[in-house]
């Protein structure tokens, strides 16, 4: 294990970590964990990103879900060691679980390692919403409960989610979505997302719209979707990110 930095921030302090665990078919597998701990930390979570080149993003949610849960029974106590160990031992068990995603798409899936106040901007992207009705008041109640706006964006199927607000805000609302039920599978059991991706997230600057409210909105054509992600000021995140979606 080698610890890459420890840096001081003014809410908290961030630990990069690169590790390596047991994969599938025995293969040695690199991770790089980035845990921010909080001022309250270990009385409330860390966040968690990770990021791996051997593995698809799909794969690294997983991962980051299940350290979440782990983190949740070690709640009162310093648990950042402990993580990690649990992570190299189980994490060939769970790569092989069926659940775990197998596309082929590299895990991109990070949070920056910089905190700072004040407003931010994040964009999320969902691979599917079946109980799409239930999922959208779920997402509407956390956006109010955490002060967040921006947009739920529909384009065919294509489903993405942009916040601003309280960077600490934003982490509480990814967690909320990557360790709640919010979901059914196919099978309509009720289920955690396991397919969310962090595709672009930075502090506010002056060309960005300041939104004054969450609202859900469906667009038929991308060049509608385009406009508004124009009007936002955010039309180089547009081309660099979704349209690659599209395509």
């Given at each position: ?7 001081p ?5 961030i630990?990069?970590?690169h590790?390596?665990?047991?994969g599938?078919?025995n293969?040695d597998i690199?991770l790089?964990?980035?845990?921010h701990?909080?001022?309250s930390?270990?009385?409330?979570l860390?966040?968690i990103?990770i990021?791996?080149?051997?593995l ?5 949610v997983?991962i980051?879900?299940?350290?979440l849960?782990?983190a ?7 648990m950042?060691?402990?993580l ?6 189980n994490?060939?068990h769970?790569?092989n679980q069926p659940?775990t995603?197998?596309?082929s798409?590299k895990?991109t ?23 799409r ?7 509407e109640?956390?956006?109010s409960d955490l ?16 916040l601003?607000?309280?960077?600490n805000?934003?982490k ?10 919010v ?14 991706s962090?595709?672009?997230e ?27 992600f124009e009007?936002?000021g ?10 690659g979606?599209?395509?």
């Amino acid at each position: 294990m080698i610890i890459l930095g420890c840096l001081p921030e003014t809410d908290g302090t961030i630990f990069r970590i690169h590790t390596k665990a047991e994969g599938l078919l025995n293969a040695d597998i690199s991770l790089e964990l980035v845990f921010h701990l909080p001022i309250s930390y270990p009385l409330c979570l860390p966040g968690i990103s990770i990021n791996s080149k051997h593995l698809t993003r799909a794969q690294c949610v997983t991962i980051q879900e299940k350290l979440l849960e782990q983190a949740e029974k070690l709640l009162s106590e310093p648990m950042v060691h402990e993580l990690v160990l649990w992570i190299q031992q189980n994490l060939r068990h769970i790569l092989n679980q069926p659940e775990t995603g197998n596309g082929s798409e590299k895990c991109t899936f990070s949070m920056s390692t910089t905190v700072d106040d004040g407003l931010w901007i994040t964009l999320l992207h969902l691979d599917h919403m079946r109980a799409r009705t239930k999922y959208i008041k779920t997402v509407e109640k956390w956006a109010s409960d955490l002060s967040l706006t921006g947009r739920l964006m529909f384009l065919g199927k294509i489903i993405l989610i942009l916040l601003q607000g309280e960077r600490n805000n934003i982490k509480e609302y990814l967690i909320l979505q990557k360790t709640s039920k919010v979901d059914v599978d196919s099978s309509g059991k009720k289920c955690k997302e396991k397919m969310i991706s962090v595709l672009f997230e930075t502090k506010v600057q002056t060309e960005h719209k300041r939104f004054l409210a969450f609202e859900v909105k469906e667009y038929s054509a991308l060049d509608e979707l385009q406009k508004e992600f124009e009007i936002a000021g955010l039309k180089k995140i547009f081309s660099e990110f979704v349209l690659g979606l599209v395509k």
